[in-house]
Nanobody
Framework: QVQLVESGGGLVQAGGSLSLSCAASGTIFRLAAMAWYRQAPGKQRELVAGISSIITGRSTTYADSVKGRFTISRDDVQKKVALHMNNLKPEDTAVYYC????????WGQGTQVTVSS
């Protein structure tokens, strides 16, 4: 059974930085792609950043809106994936979800990020 627990959300002023962390349980973590999604009020959930497994070279992908500002990383030993967010904007305000993407997808409970102008 896989469980994902996010932490690190909060309130930050525009231009500030915040880091999110996701701790995973289960044995398939290092074989799975990981991703961060977000969902703002009244909007669909969208992919923010993804990172593949070590098998496929830990390649990363980012939404155009966060390129150059956000960085995704993973630690396969500690079974954690992080999202480092710099130069935050009010439009980054959303609930951020960690996702493990494998034969079955798993989701965390989400953590709120609020960016004030």
């Amino acid at each position: 059974q896989v469980q994902l627990v996010e932490s690190g959300g909060g309130l930050v002023q525009a231009g500030g930085s915040l880091s999110l962390s996701c701790a995973a349980s289960g044995t398939i973590f290092r074989l799975a792609a990981m991703a961060w999604y977000r969902q703002a009020p009244g909007k669909q959930r969208e992919l923010v950043a993804g990172i593949s497994s070590i098998i496929t070279g830990r390649s990363t992908t980012y939404a155009d809106s966060v390129k150059g500002r956000f960085t995704i990383s993973r630690d396969d030993v500690q079974k954690k994936v992080a999202l480092h967010m710099n130069n935050l904007k009010p439009e980054d305000t959303a609930v951020y979800y960690c996702a493990l993407q494998g034969p079955k997808n798993y989701w965390g409970q989400g953590t709120q990020v609020t960016v004030s102008s």
